[in-house]
């Protein structure tokens, strides 16, 4: 499976947001960067703002000899 490109970039919160998140990311066993990447996920997702995926070619079904 072929690894997704990444993009990186500064992000500025307040500190006691900051401080929710990485509480959150703990009590979900995850990093406070994973947590991020998860919310926002979430967000754009509920928004239905996500690209569709695409599908990928299915081979195609063998013919049932009748």
């Known amino acids: 499976m072929a690894k997704k490109?990444?993009?990186n970039f500064i992000l500025r919160v307040d500190s006691d947001i900051m401080s929710a998140i990485e509480?959150?990311?703990a009590d979900?066993?995850?990093?406070?960067?994973?947590?991020?990447?998860w919310i926002i996920?979430?967000?754009l997702r509920?928004?239905?703002?996500?690209?569709?995926?695409k599908r990928e070619a299915e081979p195609p079904e063998p013919a049932?000899?009748?």
Do not use: C, D, I, M
């Open 46 to 53: 509920k928004a239905r703002r996500l690209p569709k995926k």
């Open 23 to 25: 509480k959150w990311a």
């Open 64 to 66: 049932s000899e009748q």
């Open 28 to 37: 979900e066993f995850r990093s406070t960067n994973g947590q991020l990447q």
């Open 41 to 43: 996920t979430e967000a």
């Open 5 to 7: 490109e990444t993009k």
